[in-house]
């Protein structure tokens, strides 16, 4: 078993470029991942960002599922813009271009992929 | 794209024996299915569980990965009982005994376990 908790987290820069959030005010914070962790099927993340601020625009060949803990933004998703906040929960499936963007409260939420090995790009 | 709102889930009772979560006083809502939603590798599960309530001791094949939301409880794995709380965050391993239990005020989680095609029970 491993245990963590939030405020002991530590934001850290994301390694996987498909990933493209390594942006100026977006927060990467890995919780369970397969390499440190040994979680066998996926990963658990979680982000924060800031107000204004977003993502990059993207699209991979895996799916996200994605709790938003608390905040506001918006999620852009081809070209719609969707209005989230605090107990939204959304399945961005396997290449959908996807964008996370931060309202007028910080945005935090949790975003669970599957492991790399789990995943098989075209 | 799926996209829902926590307050319109409803709760279902769960239809996975080796879960063993269809106790009084457990709540359990599925957020992202694959049979239902067509999520590819792992599902996103929420569960309410009231003051003093608990699921079952119990283990399988495949790993949990739960965040906590909101109040507290315990987590028994194997023979500790770990107190718990908003923004903990757990990785269930493979075989591990456990059970949660619910404390003073309802605790609220939500638990990622993979799609049913992916484990491979021995």
Known sequence: MKFKKRKNL?????????EA??????KY???????RDGATNFSMRLFEIAPG????????SYEHEVYILSGDGFLLLDDKKIKIGKDDCFLIEPYEFHQLIGGENKISFICIVPNREKIQPD
């Open 10 to 18: 530590t934001p850290e820069a994301i390694d996987n470029t498909t």
């Open 29 to 35: 914070y890995p919780v369970f991942t397969s390499r």
């Open 53 to 60: 601020k977003s993502t990059a625009k993207h699209k991979h």
């Open 21 to 26: 959030c390594a942006y100026e005010g977006v």
